[in-house]
């Protein structure tokens, strides 16, 4: 069963907007961790942010913020203000406690228009 | 942040030869590193685990003695792709963490992009 899920292969956004990508999970751990990584053409990952099952607040990093919705299981990101820079693929992962792998969604291609 | 290095960035080689992708945690001691495969367009497919000094942990459906998987130290994981063949061309990537529990980050090397021709 698909434990990651990232439903927009696809999204634009004009420069300087805010853009939502999604991302819903499915574990039956109580303790887990939600990763947002972004991966430009040239093939890096780049962890954007980070978000535990535990946290009582959204996790902010800079223009990046998660919208995390345990009882929905969904851990949306948030990026304000967009850049041409952010286009790029972003990959939403999730790691539980009783695991230490890191598992993967499908990903969203972001194209940030001028 | 730390850095992990994967070398070569990219390899072209003859169907049937060997192939070493080698991954180095350069300023940390990385208990874990993982190796992903992932097709164009398509998400990172975890392929194995390893920890320094014992076996590799493979994942369902990826051949053992297809990808080699050596952790010889703390700051060294290999993966040999054994008698590549075109459908073995892909994007390989490492990743190497310190420390356990759900907040150890992953580290990313570049990756390696494999041509078999």
């Known amino acids: 069963a698909q434990k990651i899920t990232q439903t927009q292969p696809g999204m634009f956004v004009q420069e300087k907007e805010a853009v939502t990508l999604d991302c819903t999970y499915d574990?039956?751990?109580?303790?887990?961790?939600l990763f947002w990584y972004k991966q430009p053409s040239s093939g890096e990952m780049i962890f954007l942010i980070y978000?535990?099952?535990?946290?009582?607040q959204n996790a902010t990093e800079g223009r990046y913020s998660l919208n995390f919705q345990k009882a929905r299981k969904s851990a949306n990101l948030v990026i304000s203000a967009s850049q041409l820079g952010d286009s790029a693929m972003y990959f939403c992962?999730?790691?539980?406690?009783?695991?230490?792998?890191?598992?993967f969604g499908s990903g969203t291609r972001l194209l940030v228009r001028p | 942040g730390a850095v992990v290095s994967q070398h070569p960035s990219r390899v072209i080689c003859k169907s049937g030869t060997s192939v070493k992708i080698e991954c180095r945690s350069l300023?940390?001691?990385?208990?874990?590193m993982f190796w992903y495969r992932q097709f164009p367009k398509q998400s990172l497919m975890l392929m194995a685990t390893?920890?320094?000094?014992?076996?590799?942990t493979y994942e369902q459906g990826v051949e053992k003695d297809k990808f080699l998987i050596n952790h010889a130290s703390l700051t060294l994981s290999t993966l040999t792709v054994t008698s590549a063949h075109p459908e073995d061309s892909s994007f390989y990537i490492c990743?190497?963490?310190w420390g356990t529990g759900i907040r150890a980050e992953a580290f990313f090397g570049q990756g390696t992009r494999l041509t078999v021709v």
């Open positions: 390893s920890n320094e000094g014992s076996k590799a």
């Open positions: 978000q535990g099952s535990y946290d009582q």
């Open positions: 300023d940390f001691q990385a208990t874990t």
């Open positions: 990743s190497a963490s």
């Open positions: 992962a999730m790691r539980e406690d009783s695991s230490y792998k890191l598992i």
């Open positions: 574990t039956s751990d109580p303790s887990y961790g």
